[in-house]
């Protein structure tokens, strides 16, 4: 899967930002909208480059057997829960 383009990503910022906003949690004052833009695109950067990894490091039968919808519903459940959200 590709990177997300600009639009995408000022999407996704907007995202971020309610959440933030839902959990209670502030922005600091020192990041920018930018700069959070531009820490939402590392990221996607960064998953693009190891998404292959993540997926081997799942064992079979399940890498082989889940979908990618699943496995991405699987990682965001695992994040949460180390987030305690």
Request: aromatic letters at 4%.
């Amino acid at each position: 899967m590709a990177t997300m383009n600009a639009a995408q990503l000022r999407e996704i910022q907007a995202q971020v930002e309610a959440m933030y906003v839902r959990e209670g949690l502030r922005l600091h004052a020192d990041i920018s909208k930018v700069d959070l833009t531009a820490a939402l695109a590392a990221v996607d950067a960064w998953f693009d480059a190891n998404a292959a990894d993540l997926n081997a490091s799942i064992p079979q039968p399940a890498r082989s057997r889940l979908t990618t919808a699943q496995k991405a519903l699987a990682l965001i459940a695992i994040l949460r829960r180390r987030l305690g959200a």
